[in-house]
């Protein structure tokens, strides 16, 4: 999707499926759905809308499936209502794909409180003890002994 143009048709399908699924799409079996990306071929033919549902119920599978039976019921639409925004001759086919970032995001999470928690436990048997003398560093001179020294081969 390097072409700017395609890139803009993405972009207006991603508004426009949003739109309709916000105000026209009245189906009861459909969630609380974000479209979260568009992708489309090269020549325009083909668009894959991605898309997330929140479930307040907490049963995640079954609000999915019940999405992606009232998306697929609304697809010819959805298809013609962008086909009117778009204006161009043909209008792309729509595929609807369920994002996979919320799972991808929950893993991500579950692995760095893992690696917190192993990071704590490791911090909590730490010893504060350091190898070598307490103070490695050198000290400079002392000026007053080099003083005293050249006083007394004077005398």
Do not use: W
Not at 74 to 89: D, F, H, M, P, Y
């Amino acid at each position: 999707m390097a072409n700017p143009r395609v890139r803009k048709i993405a972009d207006r399908i991603k508004v426009v499926v949003a739109e309709m699924l916000e105000r026209r799409i009245k189906d009861p079996r459909l969630g609380f759905v974000t479209v979260t990306d568009v992708r489309v071929t090269g020549d325009s033919q083909h668009a894959t809308v991605f898309y997330t549902v929140l479930d307040a119920s907490g049963d995640d599978e079954a609000a999915l499936a019940a999405t992606a039976a009232a998306l697929e019921s609304a697809k010819g639409l959805i298809r013609s209502e962008v086909a009117k925004q778009l204006g161009t001759r043909t209008a792309p086919t729509l595929t609807f794909v369920a994002d996979a970032l919320p799972e991808s995001a929950r893993h991500l999470d579950e692995v760095l409180a893992r690696a917190r928690a192993a990071d704590e436990a490791v911090a909590a048997r730490r010893v504060e003890t350091y190898a070598g003398d307490a103070d490695p560093y050198k000290k400079p001179r002392e000026v007053e002994d080099d003083l005293d020294a050249d006083d007394a081969l004077d005398d």
